[in-house]
């Protein structure tokens, strides 16, 4: 109110100033609760309401603010009003407003409002609502609207085709995102960076790993340059097929680019995750320091992932530190840093305490999940507290989490360490009554707990029941099978298990042959006769290739009490099996036990040794490995000579590597091109092109024939750092070779 003092007459007029339509937005908005009463009151008393002008200003005010409820109230009463005229911004608005907060049905209804209204959409509205689609995953609703797109002749745009092609991404819809995007592409509406990556995010969505990684090559034949998203996607996939170490050295190129695609905590965080996979802990800890000491700030993800680490080989003590990490760095511990911490402490036979954490879970307002009660179930069964297990079923059912085929299993393999067989009745009655239908793994550990009683009958009989509920058996179950009726001396029957295994056409796995080879070796020494480094030496390679390098070392110490002599070829075998299962440092204790018994290295031993110390960066032993090589380096196959060169590459240890690489040349008649290769490859991927070129001159003095693309991938370094004169020879070594 302002007031205004008129002299001829004496008297005060008091006139109402009038509010900008930002005043109006923020009256609205400071009110306590979006109410209509509250809204029309405060805009009824705006003199601005009268010029339509007004309304779109108004609205756009209130929407960037991300307010909902209030936007609802200001354009329903804004409809009201008399002199109110429908617009497409309007409803454009609106439309992008629901579609921020998911709310999809309102925005579609909105949307057919606005025809009603005879308003036509345009490519803006048509794109926030085929993205609201986009972001709840109804791809199908999103195909629907842009084939509408196409009747009212508004052309699609390549942010239309990108958001119906993350739609189907997100709903697991590969096919139709590869079908969508040749269809862009034949409609003359080219992809870009951001469609390739939704094309990527859809394939890892659908678990299509190595189609992923074969749509990424496409991308580089296309000379589309990736960005850090991209190679997240495709580290995630090598990740998952098995191929850590070409994610890792995916990362560390990404490392030596930092300018162009940096690694992120995602990288980080998946690096080690395979890490985690393959047991070295050690290594997974090593990125998790680089990435903090590179100033990536770790979030809760990436500290749950070391924390899982760590709880997978039971080392409750480091679990707990990071635990309690997440919770000084200002982070709060979600489920999966519980649950984890939970399982450290259940893998090292402490339940009491995976029960504290349990509870404490809990009390923090942290609800369990079905994963947590079923790490808590193990918890107890591995430490046969089978009743403390199984009133966990109940328990879980108490809080509405139903039971399912992992509780069961759990507990089946728990009756067999517990030695309760009546219990395991109990517990397959239970899951029948729940309607839990038992998977491959449920039935493998009620038989193998029926075997451990030496219940030939009820083995059979669950046997018999999983081939009526076409549930195929592994070759675990026939492993169990067989090995259980061989020890309860039924030789015929163990005799058609096998039988039947052939006739299925099950492959026999790692698991398999290592129990073929456990029970050949308990036969022998039962009959008296007694085995040999040969023998040890094949059970331990057995078991390397099983990835129980705790098993081997046990038998490597019975053999030494046996009074057997071991050789180069077991103690490679068991170097092996320690660099396998994340042990270096008990590679190097071995290779100290060695050189004490005068065991020579064998041409594995130097291989192995030098990886071990490239996993824990131990690069003074590295180096002198190297120098040990020197006088044996004709022995050693290049291949071998090939995979050192490349384990110090890889690892930045590009001095170790010429090093090495220096005596082969003057030791070795047999250094070809493939060993020049992986020679080039690293001093490429450290910009040491200098190195490289005289390296591709030695190629030629010694009468090895270098490749076009040799020259080829020098040739970008050197233009970089303009160094002409080194360009022009390259590109005269180019021309003169024959065409291919």
Not at 475 to 500: P, Q, W
Not at 603 to 625: L, V
Request: glycine fraction near 6%.
């Amino acid at each position: 109110m302002d007031k205004i003092e008129s002299r001829g007459e004496n008297r005060t007029v008091t006139r109402r100033r009038d509010w900008k339509v930002s005043e109006a937005a923020a009256r609205v908005l400071a009110l306590p609760r979006a109410e209509a009463r509250a809204v029309d009151a405060v805009l009824n008393c705006w003199a601005g309401r009268f010029a339509r002008r007004n309304f779109p200003l108004l609205i756009r005010e209130i929407t960037l603010s991300g307010n909902l409820q209030h936007a609802v109230h200001v354009f329903r009463w804004m409809k009201n009003q008399d002199n109110y005229c429908a617009r497409n911004d309007i409803y454009g608005m609106m439309i992008r407003l629901y579609a921020k907060h998911n709310q999809v049905d309102q925005a579609r209804g909105l949307f057919f409002e606005m025809q009603e209204w005879r308003c036509k959409p345009d490519a803006d509205i048509y794109n926030s609502l085929i993205h609201a689609h986009s972001r709840a995953g109804q791809w199908r609703w999103a195909i629907n609207i842009m084939e509408d797109m196409l009747r009212a002749a508004i052309p699609p745009t390549r942010t239309t085709y990108n958001n119906v092609i993350n739609a189907c991404g997100a709903a697991g819809n590969w096919k139709k995102a590869l079908e969508l995007c040749k269809k862009m592409t034949e409609n003359g509406v080219g992809p870009d960076l951001v469609t390739h990556n939704i094309v990527l995010s859809a394939l890892k969505n659908g678990a299509q790993y190595s189609k992923a990684i074969s749509y990424f090559e496409i991308m580089k034949g296309a000379n589309v340059t990736p960005d850090t998203f991209t190679l997240n996607i495709i580290i995630h996939c090598l990740v998952k097929i098995g191929q850590c170490g070409e994610a890792i050295e995916l990362f560390n190129s990404m490392r030596e680019r930092r300018t162009k695609c940096p690694p992120d905590v995602v990288t980080y965080t998946s690096i080690m995750h395979s890490y985690c996979i393959y047991g070295q802990v050690e290594n997974c800890k090593a990125i998790f320091d680089l990435m903090v000491a590179e100033g990536v700030k770790p979030n809760i993800v990436a500290y749950n992932s070391l924390l899982g680490a760590y709880a997978s080989r039971g080392m409750h003590r480091k679990a707990l530190a990071i635990f309690n990490l997440i919770k000084k760095n200002g982070l709060r511990p979600d489920i999966v840093s519980y649950t984890s911490l939970l399982n450290a402490y259940g893998r090292s036979a402490q339940p009491e305490k995976a029960r504290e954490v349990f509870n404490k879970m809990k009390k923090n307002s942290c609800k369990p999940n079905k994963v947590s009660y079923n790490a808590l179930i193990d918890a107890y069964g591995s430490a046969g507290m089978l009743k403390e297990a199984v009133g966990l079923l109940h328990e879980m059912e108490k809080d509405g989490i139903q039971p399912d085929v992992v509780s069961i299993s759990t507990l089946l393999a728990a009756c067999g360490r517990c030695r309760q067989i009546t219990r395991i009745e109990t517990i397959l009655e239970a899951a029948r009554s729940r309607g839990i239908d038992l998977n491959t793994v449920a039935y493998n550990s009620g038989i193998k707990s029926y075997f451990s009683f030496g219940d030939y009958e009820k083995a059979l009989e669950l046997y018999t029941s999983m081939r009526e509920s076409n549930v195929k058996p592994d070759a675990v179950t026939y492993n169990i099978l067989i090995s259980g009726s061989s020890k309860l001396g039924k030789y015929t029957e163990s005799l058609r298990f096998f039988e039947d295994m052939v006739d299925s056409k099950v492959s026999s796995t790692k698991e398999g042959k290592l129990s073929e080879a456990e029970s050949t070796f308990s036969s022998m020494k039962n009959s008296g006769c007694f085995p040999d480094v040969l023998t040890y030496t094949t059970l331990i390679q057995a078991y390397n290739a099983g990835g129980g390098w705790k098993r081997a070392w046990d038998l490597f110490k019975e053999m030494e009490v046996n009074g057997i002599p071991p050789d180069a070829i077991i103690c490679s075998s068991l170097m092996e099996a320690f660099n396998k299962g994340g042990e270096p440092e008990r590679v190097l204790q071995l290779m100290e036990f060695m050189k004490k018994k005068s065991i020579p290295l064998n041409q594995k031993s130097y291989f192995e040794i030098i990886a071990s110390c490239t996993m824990i960066r131990d690069w003074k032993t590295a180096s002198e490995m190297i120098e040990y090589l020197d006088s044996s380096l004709s022995s050693i196959s290049v291949g071998t000579l090939n995979h050192v060169l490349n384990f110090l590459g890889k690892c930045g240890k590009t001095e170790n590597m010429m090093k090495l690489f220096y005596k082969m040349v003057t030791s070795c008649s047999t250094v070809g091109l493939s060993t020049y290769a992986v020679v080039l490859r690293n001093l490429l991927v450290v910009g040491k092109w200098r190195k490289y070129i005289e390296v591709l001159q030695w190629m030629e003095d010694s009468g090895v024939h270098p490749t076009l693309y040799m020259f080829q991938n020098v040739l970008p370094y050197i233009w970089r750092e303009n160094g002409m004169d080194f360009a022009a020879t390259m590109q005269e070594k180019i021309n003169e070779l024959p065409p291919s």
